[in-house]
């Protein structure tokens, strides 16, 4: 990515508020190795639906080329299926009974919002269709943890909580965790006054544009 990305060990990147003193994954792969074998699962086959391009995507093929190399040099035997955009989409909003034989999906989302960051993806009230929890991931402690996220009134008390569901997520590893863009942006020096937020929303108020 030639430096335009961060390394993300959790269901929210570090700088998140949500963070907390959540402690990720470090790279093993004899450990790795270990949990297949454990498992029964060597070599383990699974297939990866992508997108070529689009929406806040940034190298996918390239990308999911370097994580099949990775996973299957410690045991996975991985497909990794491209397809348009569109589709991919369909595939998320629709759940895996529609999607016989796809075991994930891998496209970029956003973290910035609690909601959308923790609360969707883990509780099961959001299983798809209806919401982002996908691969249906439930747990009785994530979803005691939540209801008090959604319960609290006190912004303070309400960000222990999520840095709390974010620590159980990461450790039940609710999804394989890549990395962050940092969202790099090039424009004219005539443009002024542009202040660059690390989300895909933006603040265009105080621009202008010398002649």
Known sequence: MGGLAVEVNSVVPKDSPY???TKGY???PDKARALLKEAGCMPCKVTVVTSTSGSGQM???PMNE???RQLDAVGFEVTVKPVDLNA???AYRNGPEKNPGVDALNFSRGTGDPHIALLKPGLRQFW???GSNWGHYESAEAEAIGKQAFD???PKKRIAFLQKLNAKLTDDALELFVTGDVQPRAMSPKVQGFVASQNWFQDTTLI???P
């Open 59 to 61: 190298l996918p093929l």
């Open 152 to 154: 609290e009134t006190d």
């Open 128 to 130: 798809a269709p209806n």
């Open 88 to 90: 991919l989409y369909a």
């Open 208 to 210: 202008s544009v010398n």
């Open 66 to 68: 370097l994580l099949k």
């Open 19 to 21: 963070y907390g003193a």
């Open 26 to 28: 470090s790279y093993d």
